[in-house]
């Protein structure tokens, strides 16, 4: 089969095999490294033998994938609390009004940001089986050789995967309007300084994460319960609400409401929001300017 074949039906099954590895590595920039590499392994080794090319191209990419996952090693488990070693994965940033096509086929689903935090405590294997079954509906047969297990081994995997996120996951409200009039509430109680306000728009399990990049670990947080968080929020949000050169831009986070906030004009931080109830369960902030900036780019041309 010459390039040209083989490129334009790879160009059809590219925004699921994004969607794969988005799913499995909870990084933008890896997710897009593992598609390129299934590209070129297909160039090279052509297509001939292959009865199945999207089933071929998703193997290929989950194995790529778990590859990364494996070298990237166990964080360790951490007592809940302000610790220094928090991560949140990359966020699908789009305008309130306008996710593009490809924002679309990254989040269907609802692959909320919340939901790719839980998938980050899961071991590679464990990812891998859910991601793959639940997800995108590959049986355990096609399933078990990627993991070097059984068939009955990789629905272990993907049970205590479901177990866990199950667990952890809040079903979050559908109805974006409500989420942006909690979200909103939220923002004006921390900018009038309000904790009983702060609170009664936090769910009193909600869960603040606090990503400042590896450059800046040390103010790195997970915070759990409405008094703390609250607390937290007014601590870090107060001031610098009330700094002319500070922003705040209605965004969509993983298809959620959220926040990009500017300085000067430029990408600073951008904060995800988990609304179930009428109440804020969970709050997830990148607060990487550097970080930021790649993942907001272009948005703020559109509003």
């Known amino acids: ?56 191209l998703t193997t290929i990419v989950a194995r790529v994938c778990l590859n990364t996952l494996r070298s990237r090693g166990r964080r360790p488990e951490e007592p809940l609390g302000v610790h220094v070693h928090v991560h949140v994965p990359d966020p699908v940033i789009s305008p309130e009004a306008d996710i593009q096509p490809e924002q679309q086929a990254l989040l269907a689903d609802s692959v909320g940001l919340a939901l790719l935090v839980v998938l980050d405590t899961l071991t590679p294997d464990e990812r891998l089986a859910f991601v793959l079954h639940d997800m995108f509906q590959l049986p355990f047969a096609e399933i078990a050789p990627i993991v070097g297990r059984t068939p009955e081994a990789a ?16 079903p979050a409200d ?39 990049g590896a450059r800046q670990a040390r103010v790195a947080m997970m915070v759990r ?37 500017t300085v000067h004009g430029q990408p600073y931080t951008v904060m995800s929001f988990t609304v179930a109830d009428g109440k804020i369960a969970a709050i ?15 948005v703020l041309s559109q509003q």
């Open 1 to 56: 089969m010459d390039e040209e074949w083989l490129a334009s039906h790879f160009e059809r099954y590219r925004p699921h095999l994004r969607a794969v590895a988005y799913r499995m590595l909870g990084s933008l920039t890896e997710a897009d490294d593992a598609v390129q590499d299934a590209w070129l392994r297909l160039s090279r080794s052509g297509a001939d033998d292959v009865e199945n090319l999207g089933g071929w």
């Open 155 to 170: 629905r272990q995997l993907a049970s205590r995967a479901r177990r866990r996120v199950k667990g952890a996951e809040v």
């Open 174 to 212: 559908p109805d974006l309007a409500r989420q942006r009039e909690v979200v909103d509430a939220f923002f004006a109680a921390a900018r009038q300084g309000d904790f009983d306000a702060l609170v009664a728009v936090l769910h009193p399990d909600v869960m603040l994460r606090i990503d400042p």
């Open 284 to 298: 997830d902030s990148i607060a990487d300017p550097d970080r930021v900036r790649g993942l907001a780019a272009g």
């Open 225 to 261: 319960g409405s008094a703390a968080v609250a607390g937290q929020a007014l601590r870090g949000l107060q001031r610098s609400l009330g700094h002319p050169a500070t922003r705040l831009h209605p965004v969509l986070v993983n298809g959620t409401a959220g926040v990009l906030v």
